[in-house]
Nanobody, 118 residues
Framework: VQLQASGGGSVQTEDSLRLSCGAS????????MGWFRQGPGNQRELVAT???????LYGDSVKGRFTIFRDNAKNTVFLQMNNLKPEDTAVYYC?????????????WGEGTQVTVSS
């Protein structure tokens, strides 16, 4: 499975951006899709994930500002980011897995840069 992300860019505080990520293969091999991010000097952290059944997890720092949704028919996940803050500046990585937990397969996209200026 290859993941291709798009939609990053440079914006001002309180602006919005939408990220999208498409998977190259049928959704039969994919369960959860979502986003992680890594800011300067930080470890990679959860932004949001959504399972094939619609179960959603958000990182604490984005709750109420970001919304994740997916189009299973198109194997695509979206992240709507509103009220962006400078601390949201990071490389955002698209993520997918096969739903088999620790011993399953995880997939990562190359990352897309989001920069928020004050």
């Amino acid at each position: 499975v290859q993941l291709q992300a798009s939609g990053g860019g440079s914006v001002q505080t309180e602006d919005s951006l939408r990220l999208s990520c498409g998977a190259s293969e049928s959704s039969f091999s994919i369960n959860a899709m979502g986003w992680f991010r890594q800011g300067p000097g930080n470890q990679r952290e959860l932004v949001a994930t959504i399972s094939s059944g619609g179960y959603i997890l958000y990182g604490d720092s984005v709750k109420g500002r970001f919304t994740i949704f997916r189009d299973n028919a198109k194997n695509t996940v979206f992240l709507q980011m509103n009220n962006l803050k400078p601390e949201d500046t990071a490389v955002y990585y698209c993520y997918a897995d096969d739903g088999l937990g620790y011993y399953g397969t995880k997939y990562w996209g190359e990352g897309t840069q989001v920069t928020v200026s004050s």
